[in-house]
């Protein structure tokens, strides 16, 4: 795994993301620095809003309804901060992970041919194509659309508008994903969309870099590899969400664990506590705490000989304790470890 260029990349795309967030805002008349109200001419379907530019920023339809939603949240906000700059500022940090997670989480999936449809959604399976493939083929993907739809897709593409059509079946696609992952991909009907800028033409957006600056191998959970003795299974790399996660948050995990800022503020705690945990120390967890409780209950098991991490008792001897349970019976609680429970849980049955 590439972490030098992985860690350059997620760094990136944080500051990409939010700079390019804060630019959508404006154009909708929301900046740091106050909310623009619409302009006497505008309509229920039509408002406008003057940004200072020399024609009035315009919306209509739904993103009305997004950019109120936009409004609320940021004003909910600005009664736990100390004024309204540090809730706008709040709001687009937030919308800018919520984004950089779905990406990193769809490019996981197609790397891997876990997408439901398998029709890759930010790349394409022929290397040597810009175009990714749910632009290429949109109705060969899972996806749902009403005849309306389908003639404003093609209609898109006919007009050479692909970069807005590319947003427009991502966040379908994300939408879909809500059906099967709800926790990972919650539905994306609010401001969320509104905000939402990414580019697949741009050679300086945050898609190309991430199909580009990442190898595909760094994603690929079940690399194979060349040696003299032939073909061997190389480690999957299940580890680069939570690593392209840690280096996300880097620099405001430093700006915000600084001893001369100050008092942690109730929504920096997540980016100042939360590190990655690599996958040894996991393994670690789960056999002295699952591993050992199951152990010391069957005297009869083999499970410590299958456990890499597992510590035995400096004499050897693991005291063991009469009582009956079932491997069904047993619950972990630590959100990191999912990923052992059900391997763990099968060696517990043939144990």
């Not at 809730?87 to 950089?100: D, K, L």
């Not at 190389?234 to 001893?259: F, M, P, R």
């Not at 619950?331 to 060696?347: M, P």
């Amino acid at each position: 795994m590439n972490k030098t260029s992985i860690r350059k990349f997620a760094e990136w795309a944080r500051e990409k993301l939010i700079e390019d967030i804060k630019y959508k805002a404006g154009i909708v008349g929301i900046t740091e620095n106050g909310i623009a109200e619409k302009l006497p001419q505008s309509t229920s379907d039509l408002h406008f809003y003057d940004i200072g530019t020399k024609d009035y920023s315009e919306i209509s339809g739904i993103e009305i309804r997004q950019r109120e939603a936009f409004v609320k949240a940021i004003k909910t906000r600005e009664h736990s901060y100390k004024n309204y700059q540090e809730a706008f500022e709040n709001v687009i940090e937030e919308v800018a992970y919520t984004w950089f997670n779905r990406l990193i989480a769809i490019r996981f999936m197609e790397v891997n041919d876990y997408l439901p449809s398998g029709v890759r959604v930010l790349s394409s399976e022929n290397k040597a194509k810009k175009e990714p493939d749910l632009v290429t083929t949109p109705f060969d993907a899972d996806l749902e659309f009403t005849s309306y739809e389908q003639d404003g897709i093609i209609q898109l593409k006919d007009d050479n508008r692909l970069d807005e059509l590319f947003r427009m079946l991502f966040i379908r696609q994300c939408n879909k994903l809500h059906e099967i992952l709800p926790e990972l991909f919650e539905k994306t009907d609010d401001y969320s969309e509104l905000l939402l800028t990414i580019s697949f033409t741009d050679s300086d957006g945050i898609i190309y870099h991430l199909v580009h600056d990442i190898e595909d191998v760094d994603f690929r959970i079940n690399n194979e590899m060349y040696t003299d003795d032939g073909k061997i299974k190389a480690d999957g790399q299940v580890e680069i969400i939570g690593w392209l996660y840690q280096y996300y948050i880097t620099k405001k995990h430093d700006e915000i664990v600084n001893i001369y800022k100050g008092t942690i503020k109730k929504a920096d705690i997540p980016a100042a506590t939360q590190l990655f945990t690599t996958d040894w120390v996991v393994r670690y967890m789960v056999d002295n705490s699952l591993g050992r409780y199951w152990i010391e209950r069957n005297p009869q098991s083999k499970l410590a000989e299958k456990l890499e991490f597992f510590v035995t008792p400096k004499d050897g001897r693991i005291q063991y304790i009469d009582e009956k349970i079932y491997p069904t019976d047993l619950t972990f609680f630590d959100i990191k470890t999912t990923r052992l429970i059900r391997k763990t849980g099968q060696s517990l049955k043939c144990a």
